[in-house]
């Protein structure tokens, strides 16, 4: 179940002409391995997450997760691949206002069909108990603060045991105090269950508690200097 990066390459055309956005990035992670990446706005930090989510395409280079090519389905079977081996957390949560904190939780479940919905429901509700919101299961967003619409996120990512988790700026818009916590329960979770994470940050509070950190630099993965990013 792990993941490897090869020569991963990204362009853009402009006006300009090519502008190279990721240059030739390596990184490959095992189930239980985490790796935090920093770097300023517009160095490409985001644009790997979106690759290596399959929410993109690279210009050049390869992705494997799970043994498996997944630029080389179909759009219909990567949707699939998607959503069963990797989960998401955005800086925002991109919670639905109309639905409760049990039934946004159980959106990634709906693709795959009712025939588990019970089970399903059960490890949802397992997972916001482990998350702190086992009393706010039929609450919605609006009743929630900005740190539990965060922690509702990562049940969600988590609710079909994916075999990657990967977090864009997860606490981006918390309070220090908030952001330290939820930073803390992303770390517990993601060793709980055992899945490989990449968290894209600005914060070196969050990127400090990963076992693994990198920069990006000019479009390429380097050593984190440890400073501010």
Known sequence: MSLTVTHLRKSFVTRSGELGVLRDVDLSLNPGEAL???????????????????LDRPTAG????????????????LANFRNKRIGFVFQEHYLLPQCTVLENVLIPTLAGGGGQREKCAERARTLLERVGLSQRLDHRPAELSGGERQRVSLARSLILSPSLL?????????????????????VELYKQENVML????????????????????????????????
């Open 198 to 229: 990449i968290v894209v940050t600005h914060s070196p509070e969050l990127a400090r508690m990963l076992p693994t950190q990198r920069e990006m630099v000019d479009g390429s993965l380097e050593a984190w200097s440890g400073g501010t990013a």
């Open 36 to 54: 935090a990446v920093l770097g300023p706005s517009g160095s490409g930090k985001s644009t790997l997450l979106h690759i290596v989510g399959t």
């Open 166 to 186: 990967l977090a864009d700026e997860p606490t981006g818009n918390l309070d220090r105090k908030t952001a330290q916590s939820v930073g803390e329960l992303l």
């Open 62 to 77: 390869e992705v494997r997760l799970a043994g498996q090519d997944p630029f080389a389905l179909s759009d219909r079977e």
